[in-house]
């Protein structure tokens, strides 16, 4: 007997005239359904977006500037997280990057908050934001999701892939000799 529910999923079918591959096959799609649901430790990350987010260019692929996911943030409430290890930020959830890294320095790990980098990089720099007109520091969006947190109300958030010094368009920057 299927879980409760199973037969609503999109990818499960049943064939007419079931044989005996087609039935293992079912079995090891439900299994590696379930498997990996039983292992996801926080809400599902999703390739769809708030409509909100939407209207303001928040969605799959997109590429934003830095600045206007930080103006983003604060006005829809909801936390951006810039990734610098593409590989982790496709194939790992928040909540599991929180957990694995959350003994590690906030500036140590492998993704930062898009206020917390911001503030770090005019801290260092004053001229960073300046800057950002001249070289504009454009963020692909990857995933929307929720985090669940005791006694706490969720968690929303967008994850971003920042480029790596050679994705940047240099054109028209001057070059030292």
Request: proline fraction near 6%; aromatic fraction near 12%; include cysteine.
């Amino acid at each position: 007997m299927l879980p409760a529910g199973i037969r609503d999923e999109p990818w499960f079918y049943c064939r007419s005239r079931p044989n005996a591959i087609s039935v293992v096959h079912e079995l090891f799609v439900v299994y590696a359904h379930f498997h990996t649901m039983a292992n996801r430790t926080d809400a599902k990350e999703e390739a769809s977006f708030p409509l909100e987010l939407q209207q303001s260019g928040i969605v799959l692929g997109a590429s934003v500037d830095i600045r206007d996911l930080q103006m983003i943030q604060d006005r829809f409430n909801i936390t951006v997280f810039l990734y610098f290890e593409e590989n982790l930020a496709r194939e790992s959830t928040l909540g599991d990057d929180l957990r694995t890294y959350g003994d590690i320095p906030e500036f140590e790990r492998p993704f930062i908050r898009v206020d917390v980098f911001l503030e770090y990089a005019t801290g260092s720099d004053p001229a960073f934001l300046d800057r950002l007109n001249e070289l504009p520091l454009e963020i692909e969006i990857i995933a929307y999701g929720e985090l669940q947190q005791e006694n706490e109300n969720p968690l929303r958030y967008v994850k971003g892939i920042m480029p790596f010094l050679d994705e940047l368009i240099m054109d028209d920057v001057p070059t030292a000799y």
